[in-house]
């Protein structure tokens, strides 16, 4: 199982247990990824980490210092 972790603005958006859609973003030499409808964005991956699942079920949603952040896991191998 592949896990990623996403920054979300404000709580409640998601719960753990949900299963959410993803959409893939297309920078030069990276992408990124979004829970859907707009709830939670990732960081920047290389190509060779790239997200092949387009749903997966959140695990965590938690908070620190610097915000809110939701942990998803895909089934698909870990990179």
């Avoid at 297309?26 to 387009?54: D, K």
């Amino acid at each position: 199982m592949r896990r990623m972790d996403f920054t979300m603005s404000r709580p409640g958006l998601v719960k753990a247990g949900d299963q959410v859609e993803i959409t893939e973003g297309r920078l030069p030499g990276s992408y990124y990824y979004t829970i859907e409808p707009a709830v939670a964005m990732s960081g920047n991956y290389a190509t060779p980490q790239r997200l092949r699942s387009r749903t997966g079920i959140v695990c965590e949603v938690g908070e620190t210092k610097r915000g809110y952040y939701v942990l998803v896991e895909f089934d698909e191998p870990d990179v």
